[in-house]
């Protein structure tokens, strides 16, 4: 059955020192399929699932999938202090556990896990699909693939503000001392991770789009420190499961060329393309286009009704 999502139910699961929070999407079919492909959806920088994953997570389970959203430590109504700290090994711990716990959902097929993340998750999906082979496919949307490339198009005098001000958040928290925070977005010239002309209003629109009020998340500072070495794109050689990449062509936010070069090497790689910059693909029709295609991805790749995930 299409058209329509079943019922939602909230959960949490044990990550690390901590909890996440989960969202579980239902399909509406009342029908025996036996076990279903679950999605299991997380957000990119300073994101919280209710910014629009929801209705990602919705439009699969229209389809007859299972579908889970989750929060991150640190986010949303999961647990961790500071609030709103991100930091790249507890995340990619967050996503382990996240596909463990998505393994032992009532009607989950454990062997057909599919992984969805979205700009600095979809760097994410790529490691947790890099080391966990029976993953059985990927989507990464406009995703974070290489660090030193992020850094090097930020106008040299911002990367220079940031890098101080994360050493400040750093000399602070060897003290014990709340955290010095750096704005995730604004307009260009300001201190901000992403200063591009299309990140405030990009955000702005995501926010109107999912009916929050807007507000410009502010994270610790330190995060910096982690983004040059961070490079998931180079995993892609080891992602053996079918990877989908949906490609801003105008991103300068995660920048597409280093993005495509790199998805290039997976051996079961897909790139679609699209004439948008980073923050477009959330929302309208963009949003509408984006989502058919990775629908028409997991329908061919993990089928419903099938028992083998490839």
Same mark, same amino acid.
């Given at each position: 059955?299409?058209?329509?999502?079943?019922?939602?139910?909230?959960?949490?699961?044990?990550?690390?020192?901590?909890?996440?929070?989960?969202?579980?999407?239902?399909?509406?079919?009342?029908?025996?399929?036996?076990?279903?492909?679950?999605?299991?959806?997380?957000?990119?920088?300073?994101?919280?699932?209710?910014?629009?994953?929801?209705?990602?997570?919705?439009?699969?389970?229209?389809?007859?999938?299972?579908?889970?959203?989750?929060?991150? &430590?640190?986010?949303? +109504?999961?647990? *961790?202090? @500071?609030? $709103?700290?991100?930091? #790249? %090994?507890?995340?990619?711990?967050?996503?382990?556990?996240?596909?463990?716990?998505?393994?032992?959902?009532?009607?989950?097929?454990?062997?057909?896990?599919?992984?969805?993340?979205?700009?600095?998750?979809?760097?994410?999906?790529?490691?947790?699909?890099?080391?966990?082979?029976?993953?059985?496919?990927?989507?990464?949307?406009?995703?974070?693939?290489?660090?030193?490339?992020?850094?090097?198009?930020?106008?040299?005098?911002?990367?220079?503000?940031?890098?101080?001000?994360?050493?400040?958040?750093?000399?602070?928290?060897?003290?014990?001392?709340?955290?010095?925070?750096?704005?995730?977005?604004?307009?260009?010239?300001?201190?901000?991770?992403?200063?591009?002309?299309?990140?405030?209003?990009?955000? &702005?629109?995501?926010? +109107?789009?999912? *009916?929050? @009020?807007? $507000?410009?998340?502010? #994270? %610790?500072?330190?995060?910096?420190?982690?983004?040059?070495?961070?490079?998931?794109?180079?995993?892609?050689?080891?992602?053996?499961?079918?990877?989908?990449?949906?490609?801003?062509?105008?991103?300068?936010?995660?920048?597409?060329?280093?993005?495509?070069?790199?998805?290039?090497?997976?051996?079961?790689?897909?790139?679609?393309?699209?004439?948008?910059?980073?923050?477009?693909?959330?929302?309208?029709?963009?949003?509408?286009?984006?989502?058919?295609?990775?629908?028409?991805?997991?329908?061919?790749?993990?089928?419903?009704?099938?028992?083998?995930?490839?």
């Amino acid at each position: 059955m299409t058209g329509v999502s079943g019922p939602r139910t909230e959960a949490r699961f044990r990550s690390g020192d901590g909890e996440c929070e989960a969202s579980i999407f239902r399909p509406a079919a009342s029908d025996d399929r036996g076990l279903l492909p679950i999605v299991v959806l997380a957000h990119g920088l300073s994101g919280v699932k209710s910014l629009r994953l929801d209705t990602y997570a919705e439009r699969f389970a229209q389809r007859g999938y299972l579908a889970m959203t989750f929060d991150y &430590r640190h986010f949303g +109504a999961s647990t *961790g202090e @500071p609030r $709103e700290f991100v930091d #790249i %090994p507890l995340q990619l711990e967050d996503w382990r556990n996240a596909v463990a716990f998505a393994r032992t959902i009532d009607g989950a097929d454990p062997e057909r896990v599919i992984l969805w993340g979205t700009s600095f998750a979809g760097g994410h999906v790529m490691i947790t699909a890099a080391d966990d082979h029976r993953v059985a496919a990927v989507i990464a949307q406009c995703p974070f693939s290489d660090g030193k490339a992020t850094v090097s198009a930020m106008p040299k005098k911002a990367a220079l503000r940031l890098m101080r001000t994360a050493l400040k958040d750093r000399v602070v928290a060897m003290l014990g001392r709340p955290p010095v925070r750096m704005a995730v977005v604004g307009a260009p010239g300001d201190v901000a991770v992403m200063t591009s002309p299309d990140s405030l209003p990009g955000f &702005r629109a995501i926010y +109107a789009a999912a *009916g929050m @009020p807007f $507000e410009i998340p502010q #994270i %610790p500072a330190r995060y910096m420190f982690q983004v040059p070495s961070y490079r998931p794109g180079l995993r892609a050689t080891d992602v053996t499961s079918p990877l989908l990449i949906s490609l801003c062509e105008r991103d300068v936010v995660t920048p597409a060329k280093a993005t495509e070069e790199l998805a290039r090497r997976a051996p079961r790689g897909e790139i679609k393309r699209y004439d948008a910059s980073h923050f477009d693909i959330y929302v309208g029709d963009l949003f509408e286009t984006v989502v058919a295609d990775q629908i028409e991805f997991i329908e061919r790749r993990v089928p419903i009704g099938t028992t083998a995930p490839r």
